[in-house]
């Protein structure tokens, strides 16, 4: 949820995390003006309450303003859905568009599994994103259970609306792809990572994506069953990438985008993959 006032007005950065029975149930992160703070907060708490896994048991909100020197300004990757006929199908064609990212064939495919198995020790789903070297496949995140979490980012108020208005002619107007988009854009935008890889841990949301600065945001209807709890992200590096740099970069540097890209017709996934071939 993003909501702002005239940009005169400070800026805020909101976060939220919440949990159930001592495990992370969701969290959430945005830019918010100081006038639309107590709605966003009302917001975020309404969603921990409402989580289709149950109503949070702790909910910790952390607002911090945003210094208006450090904030950078962005554009949206383009969009685009590829239909497939099945999540096997859905899968192999996202381990293809990270190879055709630059990921290793085997680092994909490594990644992929364990996603489906849950990257977190006991497979569990991760709090935040995993980082993987997209040539030997080795995770450098220093905790495999929060991961990196992706914050301090958001989009302009009318830029929103217009997006939502956009991604209506799409049938794509959700929670779910704005705030993929806006924070797939964040991640992406960094020059040492080369793409990113996510689905969903909502059981009612099947869809993921592969995003990357080369052909944008490819969202893929079927990444895993209807009912799987099981989610997450992982965001492969160039190799010798400044580890200690760019995760104080994802998690506090404010990002606010200010353009979208161009939102595409779905296209089945197959041709969209042939086309990469040729
Ligand atoms: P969601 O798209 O919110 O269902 O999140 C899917 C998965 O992505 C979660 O299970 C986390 O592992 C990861 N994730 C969610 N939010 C973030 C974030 N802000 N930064 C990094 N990873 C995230």
């Known amino acids: ?165 956009q991604l209506e002619g799409l049938g794509l107007n959700n929670p779910h792809v704005r705030e993929a988009l806006v924070l797939a854009g964040k991640v992406t935008m960094h020059p040492a990572v080369l793409a990113e890889l996510c689905w969903s841990d909502d059981p009612d949301y099947t869809a993921g994506y592969v995003c990357s600065r080369a052909f944008g945001y490819l969202r893929i209807p079927l990444l895993k069953p209807a009912g799987e709890t099981r989610g997450g992200r992982a965001f492969f590096l160039k190799p010798g990438s400044d580890l200690a740099e760019l995760v104080s970069w994802l998690e506090t540097r404010p990002v606010l985008f200010e353009r979208i890209g161009e939102l595409h017709q779905a296209m089945n996934g197959r041709d969209y993959a042939a086309l990469l071939d040729a």
Do not use: K
């Open 1 to 165: 949820m993003l909501i702002f006032a005239p940009m005169t007005q400070p800026l805020y950065s909101l976060r939220m995390h919440s949990s159930l029975a001592g495990h992370h149930l969701s969290g959430a992160e945005s830019l918010v003006s100081s006038a639309e703070l107590d709605t966003a907060t009302n917001n975020l708490i309404q969603r921990a309450l409402q989580h289709p896994r149950g109503a949070a048991e702790q909910i910790h909100l952390t607002v911090e303003l945003v210094n208006p020197e450090t904030l950078e300004r962005g554009a949206l990757p383009a969009l685009r859905t590829l239909t497939v006929a099945s999540v096997a199908e859905g899968r192999s064609l996202a381990r293809q568009l990270l190879e055709q990212a630059g990921v290793a064939p085997q680092v994909a495919a490594g990644a992929m599994q364990e996603l489906i198995r849950g990257a977190a020790p006991g497979g569990q789903s991760m709090r935040g994103a995993m980082l993987v070297d997209r040539r030997t496949g080795e995770r450098l995140e220093a905790d495999c259970s929060r991961g990196v979490r992706v914050s301090h980012l958001g989009i302009d108020p009318e830029l929103e609306l217009q997006l939502g208005r």
